[in-house]
């Protein structure tokens, strides 16, 4: 859907990406400076490429070979800003129908009906965007640049002036986007959670190149990337389903291909499939099956892989029943347990550790 293929040299900064993205939500991931605005600003014909080829949906909208630079409002793509940017003499409604009149009845795809359900702002069509919520006027500006019927909708951080509610309001509406309407999705964020929450294709920027690319739990799960990802999110990201939930003990069963897991209590619906983030550090492991303890997940797993962490720490890689899971412990308990690829150990993981916010309803990619 997206073939990226682009050089750009700003001052000392320079900018060479070569991407080939499919359907879904593709993020780009990386720290202030990385080059992720540049790569989506070029997409959109807002900064020029000094060489490469840009292709959407088999449109080439740029090309310095044979001198193809298509302008920006002809490109037919949606962009949605961090500020949302609605006209603010507009009724909600009027901002809506500004890119659907654009176009001809038969360039358009998108329904304004079916955007005003997913999006869930019919109550908000006589308005002025004055009179919004932080997370309305995200939505409204979205549903705009979705009525533009676009070849791919381009969102550079869209969440990062909303506080912490106001994001949970809007990351739904976002997730079901691409899967609604079929249009793919270029999405900008420097927010793990936003990344776990939408992304199906997950690029790290560092220094204004793409430094790696795939499945995001692929990418997530790559103990070699843990600087780009960040420390601190260090982990495993693995497919899981929701069994149920006990109103008596407050707990959420997680079924996946290595067991069940216990965590507290979430709001997902049984039978949801979910992407689940265990944290390194929250993984501590066994040699025997405890007895009496307060750890409600332990799982019997494989060693895969031992290696030296930064810091005086240890990276062990266990197979849990076709799963890898991420542990990371200290040198010390290294020295004790003396884990080696092949033992059979047992995996611990308590219950309360695995937050809400580690946890993202995604089905498969449209």
């Known amino acids: ?108 795809r998108v329904d304004f009906d079916a955007v005003i359900e997913v999006l869930g702002i019919g109550h ?40 912490s509610n106001r994001k949970a309001e809007v990351l739904p509406f976002i997730g079901a986007l691409s899967k609604r309407f079929a249009i793919p999705i270029l999405y900008v964020s420097h927010s793990m959670d936003e990344v776990l929450s939408l992304a199906d294709t997950l690029v790290l920027m560092d220094q204004g190149r793409a430094a790696a690319a795939g499945p995001t739990e692929e990418v997530l799960s790559r103990l070699e990337l843990r600087a780009l990802t960040g420390r601190w999110e260090a982990g495993s990201v693995i497919r899981a389903v929701v069994q149920g939930h006990d109103t008596e003990t407050g707990m959420t069963r997680l079924s996946f291909a290595g067991g069940t897991l216990a965590m507290a209590r979430n709001h997902l619906p049984p039978g949801a499939s979910v992407r689940l983030r265990i944290h390194a550090s929250d993984i501590a492991i066994a040699l025997d099956r405890p007895g009496r303890v307060s750890v409600r997940n332990i799982l019997p797993a494989r060693v895969r892989s031992v290696s030296a962490a930064e810091g005086h720490m240890v990276d062990v890689v266990l197979d849990c029943g076709g799963t890898d899971l991420w542990a990371q412990i200290s040198g010390c308990a290294q020295a004790d347990l003396a884990l080696q690829p092949g033992m059979e150990v047992h995996a611990m993981i308590k219950a309360l550790t695995i937050a809400r916010g580690d946890v993202a309803e995604k089905g498969d990619a449209a």
């Open 1 to 108: 859907m997206l073939e990226l293929a682009v050089t750009r040299r700003q001052g000392t900064f320079q900018v060479q990406v070569e991407l080939n993205t499919g359907t879904g939500v593709t993020a780009l991931f990386g720290p202030s400076g990385s080059g992720k605005t540049s790569v989506i600003n070029m997409v959109a014909g807002l900064s020029r490429p000094d060489c490469g080829r840009i292709v959407v949906d088999d449109k080439v909208l740029f090309d310095s070979t044979i001198g193809i630079d298509v302008a920006p409002e002809h490109r037919r793509l949606g962009y949605v800003f961090q500020d949302g940017r609605l006209f603010p003499h507009l009724s909600v409604r009027s901002n809506l129908n500004f890119g659907l009149n654009r176009l001809s009845a038969s360039e358009r």
């Open 124 to 163: 908000l069509l006589d308005r002025r965007p004055a009179l919004l919520s932080g997370g309305e006027k995200q939505r409204v500006a979205i549903g705009r640049a979705l009525l533009a019927s676009p070849r791919i909708l381009l969102m550079d951080e869209p969440l990062a002036a909303l506080d």
